[in-house]
């Protein structure tokens, strides 16, 4: 156990709204990520973080920003909401020295 | 880059049978492998990793994969499935470079009858 809790749990939105997800940890991780997850795409990468205010895009960047001003929050902003963007999202951390990315419990989002 | 195909989205078997769900990479370095499940409403959690050392690799609840370079392959398999292994399977690769970019497939649900 990561130490991983994301908010909110759930979320319906309307479309373009802006909306932010937050992505917690405990264990001081440096490595952080934002995935989603599709039905016939799996989970895909959409932002990650090596550092406090140090950020880089993934696979599926478009429509999404992030932010990381402390080493425990990770946040994950829809500057305004599609429904191409309903979705499950998901946090990981990388503890250091390791090879395995641990999951948070995920954010379902529903964008009217 | 690199990418991973996982062979059926959905895959059943009886309680009791063996259970094998099918992984091929693609990777122009050695890879990193992984298989994570995940249950209904929950997250991910890792089954198992090949990392280059041995080939086959042992997971929790009685999964194991074999690292088959010859092939591209890294197939997960239980010798007989039980109802609590009801969920969906994802392989992953790790993408070269220090972030530890994770490529996932599109994952394989696993349903198991009685």
């Known amino acids: 156990d990561a130490g991983i809790t994301q908010s909110p749990r759930h979320k319906v939105t309307e479309t373009g709204t802006p909306v932010t997800l937050r992505c917690h940890q405990t264990e001081n991780h440096r490595y952080m990520y934002w995935y989603r997850q599709d039905p016939g795409h799996g989970l895909r990468l959409i932002h990650y973080?090596?550092?406090?205010?140090?950020?880089d895009k993934g696979e599926v960047s478009d429509g999404y920003s992030v932010s990381r001003s402390k080493t425990e929050d990770f946040l994950l902003t829809l500057e305004s909401a599609t429904s191409s963007q309903t979705s499950v999202y998901f946090c990981a951390t990388l503890p250091a020295s390791t090879d395995t990315q641990y999951f948070g419990p995920g954010t379902r989002l529903t964008v009217l | 880059a690199q990418s991973v195909t996982q062979l059926g989205s959905h895959v059943s078997v009886s309680e009791g049978a063996l259970v094998l769900l099918r992984c091929n990479y693609s990777s122009s370095v050695p890879p990193y492998l992984f298989w994570y499940v995940q249950y209904p409403n929950q997250g991910l959690q890792l089954l198992l990793k090949y990392t280059s050392a041995a080939t086959l690799v042992k997971g929790i609840n009685g999964f194991e994969a074999e690292f088959k370079k010859s092939e591209t392959s890294f197939h997960l398999t239980k010798p007989s499935a039980h109802m609590s292994d009801a969920a969906e399977y994802f392989c992953a690769v790790r993408a070269s470079g220090t972030a530890s970019k994770l490529t996932f497939g599109t994952g394989t649900r696993l349903q198991v009858t009685l």
């Open positions: 973080s090596y550092g406090v205010k140090d950020t």
